[in-house]
């Protein structure tokens, strides 16, 4: 009996999805509940498993657009794995084989072999197809993605390796070859290629200009000391990571920042909604629930740390670990990146000095926090001497529609504060 794998529904508002990558190849045998592809959505990576045990028959392969509901393959319960093919050995001829006696069906698949990507292989479906075109192995190639995975940038650059050492082989005078549909730019110039945006990124794009478009945005931008951060964090790291088993970090302080000024200026705790009429309201919120951006190879997710106010420091860097690794692993879930009333990005470890976050609708504000750098700056306050300190740029995009600049203005101030001062955290100041 034949069983149909069924895409299976991954959200109200996702309708489709491409096949990032089958884990079980054509032929294979599957167990009951076994992932056997992962579909990627405009919203997460999900891995289909199989309804039941038996033989698997694909029916749409890797990169094809798939609707939620539609059958891309097949398990047949009565047949059985299937037994590996021994290849035959060639007679001995004097000690030395001859290649005439190997059947001509042997040379073919293992010239066949030499140069194809291999299903087994981790890699992206595009750096597959690239590497079967121009007859590359990507068998121990370093992938840059997550886990090793080979992306096509990984084989672009073999490419361009390989086409480097054919044209020092003809004195250096031959053409770099053109990418698979590219159109060529000019005499001596580079190749250009087109590949289709991933739905994750297709939704990034839209979700910004949605911003951009929907929200009155501005950005404030003020800075904080975090000599004070720095030295508590350097002095009990050793003791809080062998008590709690999880590394203090910085992000805890500014969740914990963050919160205590939303509750100071609830409205940019707050989102602008439409009622049944049409008729835009403000939606309040008693709960703080903080998205924090995370930077995956396939785009950037915004998965949410819920009830932060009611979260200890272990227990909000416990909780951004955990939604960091499996972001990039692609396992996190619809709901967790839903509902946030805040989000947090760190542009700073990128190595970014300033920047003008965009919000996260229907979200009336976002914090920036970029790279720490030493500056000269007054200190100690007032007293007209000048001193290096290590300084934090922080920037707060926000909706001027339901936040006015003044409320802005003291709620990075309050998140400056807090920083400035940790002690002001336990006190709730």
């Keep these: 009996m034949a069983v149909d794998i069924v895409i299976p529904a991954a959200g109200e508002s996702v309708t489709s999805g491409v096949i990032s990558r089958w884990l079980k190849n054509d032929g294979d045998f599957v167990k009951r509940d076994e ?17 039941a045990s038996g033989v698997l028959k694909t029916a749409a392969k890797a990169g094809d657009t798939v609707n939620i509901g539609q059958t891309v393959g097949v398990i047949d319960e009565k047949a ?7 290849e035959p050995k060639p007679a001995p001829t004097n000690g030395k084989q001859s290649t005439a006696s190997v059947p001509a069906a042997v040379h073919t698949s293992a010239i066949a072999a030499s140069g194809h990507s291999g299903e087994d292989v981790r890699a992206t479906p595009l750096a597959k197809k690239l590497a079967d075109e121009h007859g590359i192995n990507l068998h121990g190639v370093a992938g840059s993605g997550a886990g090793g995975r080979v992306r096509e940038q990984d084989v672009q650059a073999l490419i361009e390796q390989k086409s480097g050492q054919v044209a020092v ?8 070859p053109q990418a698979a549909g590219s159109s060529p730019i000019g005499a001596g110039s580079g190749a250009s290629r087109r590949e289709r945006m991933s739905p994750l990124r297709q939704r990034i794009a839209a979700r910004l200009v949605e911003a951009q478009h929907t929200a009155a945005m501005l950005t404030t931008f003020n800075e904080c000391d975090m000599s004070a951060v720095m030295a508590l964090r350097s002095q009990y790291k050793e003791s809080f990571e062998k008590k709690h088993g999880i590394g203090l970090g910085f992000m805890s302080f500014f969740v914990k920042a963050v919160v205590g000024a939303l ?3 609830p409205l940019i705790n707050a989102s602008i909604v439409q009622n049944e009429r049409g008729e835009l309201e403000i939606e309040h919120h008693d ?17 949410v740390l819920r009830g ?9 860097e416990s909780g951004i670990k955990d939604l960091a690794i499996r972001a990039r692993d692609g396992k996190l879930a619809l709901s967790e990146m839903q509902g946030g009333t805040f989000t947090i990005t760190n542009g700073g470890i990128y190595g970014s000095l300033m920047s003008t976050p965009i919000l996260n609708p229907p979200q009336s504000g976002i914090l920036g926090m970029h790279s720490i750098k030493n500056r000269p700056i007054e200190h100690p ?8 300190r290590p300084m934090m740029y922080l920037a707060l995009s926000y909706d001027h529609r339901i936040v006015d600049g003044a409320e802005a203005v003291q709620f990075l101030v309050s998140v400056k504060n807090a920083i400035e001062d940790p002690t002001r955290l336990l006190i709730g100041m």
């Design 263 to 265: 509750k100071s200026f």
């Design 35 to 51: 992932d056997v592809l992962e579909i990627e959505t405009d919203k997460v990576t999900m891995g289909v498993p199989a309804p």
């Design 381 to 388: 306050v007032g007293s007209g001497q000048t001193a290096l």
């Design 287 to 303: 709960f703080y629930d903080v998205a924090v951006a995370v930077g995956t190879p396939k785009g950037l997710v915004v998965p």
């Design 80 to 86: 059985t794995a299937q037994a590996p093919v021994s």
């Design 169 to 176: 082989a003809a004195a250096g005078f031959a053409p770099r």
């Design 308 to 316: 932060c106010d009611k979260l200890s420091f272990a227990q909000i």
